[in-house]
């Protein structure tokens, strides 16, 4: 049963016709709407494959990065544990300034390699 409110209109609009002309109009515009769809849809899929490769790669990337804080943090734990027990100790206050000085050498090079790169 066929309602008479469908909202669809063909697109070459001909007077309803007998024969097979009409007939052959509208599978013509019916073929050339599914080519156009089956473009856009080969198109969606290759960006969406496109898009998961980049989530792929981002997320690889990510946890590189949280396995690197990872060891950070657990390397200056280390170090900052090492300078309170070095701190802690009677006569660490020439370490300490040797120490001093050896940080501030390290990062006036930092600066200087940095400057004149």
């Not at 008479?4 to 002309?21: D, E, I, K, R, T």
């Not at 898009?51 to 943090?73: A, H, P």
């Not at 170090?79 to 040797?98: D, E, F, H, I, P």
């Amino acid at each position: 049963m066929r309602r008479n409110n469908y909202p669809y209109q063909p697109l070459n609009q001909q007077p309803p016709s007998s024969g097979p002309a009409n007939h052959d109009s509208l599978e013509a515009e019916n073929e050339l709407a599914a080519e156009e769809l089956k473009q856009k849809i080969g198109a969606l899929k290759s960006l969406t494959i496109d898009i998961g490769n980049e989530v792929r790669y981002q997320d690889k990337l990510l946890r590189g990065i949280d396995d690197d804080m990872d060891r950070t943090s657990g390397f200056l734990g280390n170090t900052m544990t090492r300078v309170v027990r070095l701190a802690k100790q009677g006569g660490g206050s020439r370490q300490m300034c040797y120490m001093f000085l050896f940080i501030l050498l390290v990062f006036f090079i930092l600066w200087i390699t940095l400057k004149f790169k």
